[in-house]
């Protein structure tokens, strides 16, 4: 009779997000970095990064999937969130979701969930006809104002 060892343990997922809020302007990408740690007694495989943006907005995530992940190591992964071109200015919500297996068991970590503020852009042409006009504005004022005074 030969008797096996069977590893115990579990790997356990934690996702750092140091920064979950992103102010971008219309035609910019949000830009995010979260760290992956094992803080568990098992290695982690297969870790998956998934995540859901608005609908029809761009999504890039470096890398996808990490092969393993030690005990006790780390590892960083890039997300990239693009709006649509016409996307209104406002505050949006992109959740994302690990997922990894641990002796071909799931583990799941806690989701994030990330706020991209798309500020409202500057309407250049209006706002130079604005100044324009209060500069006319001023000038017919201090104009009319010589003209009655020398009177």
Not at 42 to 65: G, H, M, Y
Not at 73 to 85: D, F, G, H, N, Q
Not at 105 to 116: I, S
């Amino acid at each position: 009779c030969r008797l096996e060892l069977v590893p115990r343990g579990r790997g356990v997922l934690i996702v750092h997000a140091p920064q979950l809020y992103q102010s971008i302007g219309a035609k910019q990408t949000a830009a995010v970095e979260i760290l992956l740690v094992n803080e568990g007694t098992r290695r982690l495989d297969n870790i998956e990064v998934k995540c859901d943006a608005p609908l029809q907005w761009s999504k890039t995530v470096d890398p996808p999937v990490v092969s393993t992940l030690e005990v006790g190591e780390e590892r960083k992964v890039r997300l990239a969130i693009t709006p649509v071109r016409k996307a209104a200015p406002g505050r949006y919500e992109a959740r994302i979701r690990t997922s990894a297996l641990s002796d071909n068991r799931p583990v799941a970590a806690e989701d994030k969930t990330l706020t991209v503020e798309i500020r409202p852009g500057t309407n250049l042409p209006a706002t130079i006809l604005l100044v324009l006009v209060v500069v006319g504005l001023v000038g017919t004022v201090v104009v009319l104002g010589v003209r009655l005074s020398r009177k």
